[in-house]
């Protein structure tokens, strides 16, 4: 309606009606610098590589002090990687850097996990030999899976389905994980666990994947890092802090017998690994003054030589700029992520760590806010680089290739105001001016946080990328105080807390950042990672088992034992069913435990024991509870709405109502309730239905089962069973210790699994099919369920104290006409607004519609940049696996005038 | 009758709704329309009571369903030749019972339309209010909420004793005295014109707007303290003439009216009316250019009428 638009202006002031603006004015968003363009069309085109250079001096200087002190030889060896990695810089990067010397780059940890390469060794090498392959199969693998590497192709060979290796860095993957072969954190705690009481129990439920993935995979993320002491004293500084830890502590163990000897140890492996990381910052400042010495366009010239300053200054000080200091948190997170394998290490409040140089930049005249928004948008492609290799399962099935490095925003400050900062907004218009990935950002809402803040944030979920995503901070402090009040959390850190991984609630700490003549008292992570505990149980499996006497119908194994009992009230299910999970928590965690307990002793965290407060002060190393606090380690779950509304099936259904005998509704089950399995069908839209010859038998009781109530609509004959779940779950996780001597707690985020869970799990009371995925998250109704509306679903989600538990996720999706407008932003906070202050913990949006995400799966290659949010982060469309792909399809879909 | 007793036929009550009043609303649909437009989105209201609906889209016969085989007493539902069910509508147009819906796990056998008591649908209201925000509330719709009229007075007195914000959508197709009291409780008004020509009016609408425009009339004389809005559903070929615009402005000039939202022609309706197996008219002429709503618009903005068009609306 532009032609009347001013008319039409014209007379709704005459009218005295409030006009809001137009969209068209709304709407306008700057598009990113040309650089940025430019580096993300290279960021599209590139493919996951693996490389082997870091693995190669890790392992050399590893082998040559053979016989050191472990933690002294562990920063030995990847100080020594770090200062030979080869700093590889792109024309028109502003900030450098990068895991590897490729641009989407990682590699293998032999010394964490080596049996999968060793196994593989022989046929890789075979490989090695094969003749390439033709050029058009590479072709179709390109649009299928976005920057993944699914097959082998010409000489590259696909690792662990989504990366490639070029074929003559195999020799080198072979012989570096050659001497890990029995002594890899993965084998030596393998060995271990065989002594467990229990350990065949063990074996089953990961071999029948009722519980997914083993603590060793990924050690370290979904917690929040801390930036705090490379800002303040640079690492010529923390250099010194070790000296003095040396001069003190070395020979001296104080009046503890058992660790105080660690201390000089620390401090040394910590000075050892400072050193490394200022050469690593050095190296790039060399190769941007050699690239800058015979770079003829001026432009380019003049950008490598503000990049040799930046690297040379935060190779040694403290940074003095906005653009030093945010470089120097990208040197710090990028050796993190090198340091184990991980996802969901988490950026926290960057907004409010960096506000000081923000605003001293601007105060002195040395920047201005569109250059910061430049720097912050070339920020988000150096985030976005960053990937994770792990095996297969965990790439694919957990991560959906996503590595989680979370952004928070807001939240309230160490003396309980509002934390929202100038540079936030900022962060909020660099997301919605660059689109991509990574770093997702998310809301600590509170309720002090300033409106326009919180429009600017709905704004951007609005554009359909998933971000930001919405965390309750009262929800947050809250647990804090719950969870790690023993540990004597006080009010003021639990206001530092922020979400590890995608939704991990991770402990904080504020600290004084001396800058620009004050102090200001900045956020940081304060505990390791605030996940790696029992992961994950698909609990709707524990049912089927509880159902069928401990006997897995899929795989024709016993997977626990017969508990041979008559199930012959909703009590009797029940008891049996927490029997079960009790028996799967115990033996998986004492696993587990010797898993993170074999990792923290032979290869404990060298940058992330130097950056996390306490370490420095006490001398200890994260795997000694360097840090503050310790309460992390979590129990996971899945499936959670497949599972209550399981139990609201045979509630209403066998004991109420008594329509059916328990035995005919396992009957049906078991018979798929007439319908082909997606194992044979290989469809596993959870909407695909194809009768066999049984089918007439089961339709009346498929029909009665789908018609059962469903969590979601506000009905309590369904919401009862989360509250009675959510009840016996809290003091149940806390029977059972972590390796750290602390209680476990419930984190109830599915991430990824929900898709390969749902692929073991039969169909369930609740009329899901077999191998269909799982309802997603732990607080979205299951897909097509709701019934009832949004409102409906806010209820059900919040019949108990979220803040009782680490998270709880609910994931929504809106017709982009729901949102329409200035009034549409207003009415999407109105949504955000209303879960919040019923104490939601979080609740995120796919603004887009089915339509285009199925147009999307058709043709991947015109929809290159399509993003959606999944499981507590944002992926590209075309990089996550097709049962996912089915279950954001059928999400319900809100507002579809 | 005591309020308890008072029951109302709701069809849908629809949460987040963005579109038909300020701010998030939750809309109650009543079912029953004494009007019959040809291009009703929701045909399954005419009726006033509960009633069948078929979806053949997801009903799942093809991959084998027969379900609902021999369900129905009344023979209603028959399968032939592995063809899809037939519903013989002259039956199922009568059924009350509905014995064919609960074993449907396709959603394909629906019914439309259920009692309420007064106290029902405030239990949903006073839930939804903790979620509307603070511009947001209640939108009255359908159907014609108006044909509920002692239910709706007492809901809307309900309403106002806790303070929510009340719209509604109407037809203004009611006796005046019962017009004019149920708009007393209401905050913000869409009342429907549909065509400024009678004739053209009853042949669309199956009734005459002589008792529309009255009540609307009389509604401005009453001192009425609310917000109303005309809405115009603009099909072509039947009110998206510039005629038809310039008698509107001239009736809304003459009750000092100056807001109006012309609605676009959607098909929304169509499969619904296939659902209930009757033809849908306008299917092929119902569309009216963007450039036509643009010289309509012009007009109402010429003469200082704030026009509308679609959802651009600023509330």
């Known amino acids: 309606m532009n032609v009347n638009e001013e008319k039409m202006q014209e007379v709704l002031k005459k009218r005295g009606i409030e006009a809001a603006m137009s969209e068209a004015e709304r709407s306008q968003i700057a598009p990113p610098p040309e650089g940025v363009n430019k580096l993300m069309d290279i960021y599209y085109v590139l493919k996951n590589t693996v490389d082997m250079e870091i693995p190669y001096w890790y392992n050399r200087v590893w082998w040559e002090n053979d016989g050191d002190i472990i933690n002294i030889r562990r920063a030995k060896a990847f100080a020594a990687a770090l200062s030979h990695a080869t700093p590889n810089i792109l024309p028109y990067e502003k900030l450098v850097m990068q895991k590897t010397k490729n641009v989407r780059g990682a590699f293998p940890f032999p010394w964490v996990t080596a049996s999968f390469f060793n196994a593989q060794a022989e046929a890789l090498m075979t490989e090695v030999d094969a003749p390439a392959e033709s050029e058009a199969d590479r072709v179709s693998i390109v649009g299928a899976g976005g920057g993944n590497v699914t097959e082998s192709y010409g000489n590259i060979i696909s690792i662990a389905k989504k990366f490639g290796m070029r074929k003559e860095d195999i020799p080198v993957l072979v012989k570096a994980s050659e001497p890990w072969d029995g002594c890899s954190v993965e084998e030596l705690s393998t060995k271990l666990a065989e002594y467990t009481p229990e350990y065949n129990l063990h074996k089953n439920l990961m071999d029948n994947v009722v519980c ?53 140890y620390y401090y040394l492996a910590t000075k ?45 000080k403290p940074p003095e700029t906005f653009r030093q200091a945010l470089q120097l948190t990208l040197a710090c997170h990028l050796a993190v992520v090198n340091e184990d394998p991980q996802s969901g290490q988490s950026i926290g409040r960057l907004g409010q760590v960096l506000q000081p140089f923000y605003e001293k930049d601007i105060e002195d005249k040395v920047s201005t806010d569109e250059e910061v928004l430049d720097l912050l948008q070339y920020y988000r492609i150096k985030i976005t680089e960053i990937e994770c290799f792990a095996s297969a399962g965990v790439t694919g099935g957990v991560l959906s290739g996503n590595t989680f490095n979370n952004l928070s925003l807001g939240g309230l400050t160490k003396d309980g105001l509002s934390a929202v900062t100038p540079l936030e907004y900022l962060i909020v218009e660099a997301g919605m001016r660059t689109k991509t990935t990574q770093p997702t950002l998310s809301v600590l809402y509170d309720e002090k946080l300033p409106e326009d803040f919180l429009m600017k944030c709905a704004n951007c979920t609005k554009l359909g990328m998933g971000y930001p995503a919405w965390m309750n901070n009262q929800d947050g402090i809250g647990f804090m105080m719950m969870n790690y009040r023993s540990e004597g959390m006080t009010l003021e850190d639990a206001r530092a807390w922020c979400l590890g991984g995608c939704l991990e609630s991770a402990p904080g700490c504020f600290m004084p950042l001396t800058y620009n003549g004050k102090v200001t008292w900045i956020p940081g992570g304060a505990g390791p990672t605030s996940g790696t505990g029992v992961h994950f149980i698909g609990i709707p499996k524990v049912l089927e088992l509880v159902l069928n006497n401990g006997f897995d119908k899929r795989t024709g194994k016993q997977v626990l034992p017969a508990h041979n009992k008559k199930l012959d009230s909703m009590q009797a299910i029940t008891d049996q069913w927490q029997a079960y999970l009790r028996k799967i928590i115990e033996v998986v965690n004492k696993v587990n435990n010797l898993q993170m307990d074999v990792w923290r002793k032979h ?63 396992t009957d049906a089950m078991w018979h798929n309730f007439g319908f082909e399995t997606a194992y044979d069908t290989q469809v596993f839209s959870p909407d695909f239905r194809k009768a066999t010859a049984e089918a007439p038998k089961y339709e009346r009781i498929f029909a009665d089962c789908i018609n059962a109530p469903k969590y979601g609509n506000a009905d309590w004959e369904a919401d009862k069973y989360l509250k ?26 599915s991430v990824s699994t929900h898709g390969p869970q749902g692929f073991i799990t039969l169909a369930t009371p609740d009329g899901r099919l077999a191998g269909t995925t799982y309802s997603d998250g732990s607080m979205s109704a299951a897909a097509g369920t709701d019934k009832n509306g949004i409102y409906a679903i806010f209820e059900s989600a919040t019949v108990y104290d979220h803040s009782t538990q680490q998270n709880s996720q609910m994931n929504l999706k809106l017709h982009p006409s729901a949102v329409k407008g200035i009034q549409g932003t207003r009415k999407l906070l109105d949504i955000v607004r209303a879960y919040m202050r019923k104490g939601g913990f979080h609740v995120q949006f796919n603004v887009v519609d089915s339509k285009t995400l199925r147009a999307a799966q058709k043709k991947p290659e015109n929809y290159r940049d399509l993003m959606v949010r999944v499981a507590g982060f944002t992926q590209y469309w075309c990089e996550i696996g097709k049962p996912i792909q089915d279950e954001v399809i059928y999400r319900t879909e809100y507002e579809t005038v | 009758m005591s309020t308890q007793e008072l029951k109302g036929i709701i069809f849908d009550i629809q949460a987040f709704s963005v579109h038909d009043g300020p701010g998030c609303r939750t809309n109650v649909f009543f079912a029953g329309c004494p009007l019959r437009c040809k291009w009703c989105a929701n045909p399954e209201n005419f009726a006033g009571r509960p009633h069948l609906l078929y979806a053949d889209k997801v009903c799942k016969w093809s991959s084998g369903c027969r379900a609902c085989t021999k369900i129905c007493p009344r023979g209603g539902l028959i399968f032939q030749d592995d063809q899809q069910p037939i519903i013989n509508w002259d039956v199922c147009n009568k059924c009350t019972t509905f014995e064919c819906r609960p074993v449907c796990a396709a959603s394909a056998l629906k019914v439309c339309g259920k009692e309420y008591t007064v106290d029902d649908v405030m239990k949903i209201l006073r839930r939804d209010f903790n979620h509307w925000g603070s511009e947001g509330g209640v939108t009255f719709t359908g159907g014609e909420p108006l044909l509920h009229y002692d239910f709706l007075l007492e809901v809307l007195k309900r309403c106002a004793a806790m303070q929510i914000h009340t719209a509604i959508e109407t037809s203004g197709y009611a006796p005046m005295e019962r017009f004019l009291n149920i708009l007393k409780y209401i905050n913000f008004a869409f009342i429907d014109v549909k065509n400024m020509d009678d004739k053209k009016h009853i042949e669309g609408t199956g009734v005459s707007h002589k008792i529309i425009l009255e009540n609307i009339a009389a509604l401005k004389k009453s001192g009425w303290d609310g917000r109303l809005i005309l809405r115009q559903p603009t099909i072509g070929g039947f009110n998206d003439s510039e005629e038809n615009a310039q008698k509107l402005i001239d009736f809304m000039k003459k009750n000092n009216l100056y807001e109006i939202n012309l609605l676009k022609f959607h098909r929304l309706g169509q499969t619904k009316w296939e659902q209930m197996g009757m033809k849908y008219a306008y299917a092929k002429t119902g569309d009216v250019s963007l450039e036509q709503l643009q010289k309509l618009q012009n007009m109402y903005l010429d003469n200082d009428i704030v026009c509308y068009v679609g959802d651009s609306t600023p509330f």
């Open chain 1, 272 to 316: 050892i690994m400072a050193e490394g990381m200022s050469k690593w910052c050095s190296n790039y400042a060399k190769k941007a003054e050699q690239l800058a010495s015979f770079e003829t366009d001026p432009e380019i010239k003049k950008n490598y030589e503000e990049i040799a300053g930046v690297m040379a200054h935060i190779a040694h």
């Open chain 1, 603 to 665: 290869n404990m965290p060298v940058v992330q024991s130097m950056l996390k407060p306490d370490c420095l002060v006490k001398g200890q190393h994260l795997g000694n509870m360097g840090t503050r606090y310790n309460a992390t380690i979590n129990y996971e779950s899945c499936g959670t709405v497949t599972f209550i509304n399981s139990l609201a099936a045979i509630g209403k259904l066998v004991f109420d109502e008594k329509k059916y005998t328990l035995d005919q509704l």
């Open chain 1, 724 to 749: 009675w779940y959510e009840d016996v779950m809290f003091p149940m996780t806390r029977e059972y210790h972590s390796y750290y001597g602390k209680e476990l707690y419930m984190c109830q985020i």
């Open chain 1, 212 to 264: 997914m993935f083993d603590s060793y995979a990924i050690p370290q993320g979904r917690e929040v890092i801390n930036y705090y002491y490379p800002l303040q004293y640079g690492w010529d500084g923390i250099i010194k802090i070790c000296e003095k830890g040396i001069h003190d502590t070395m020979g001296e163990a104080g009046t503890d017998g058992i660790l105080g000897m660690s201390r000089g």
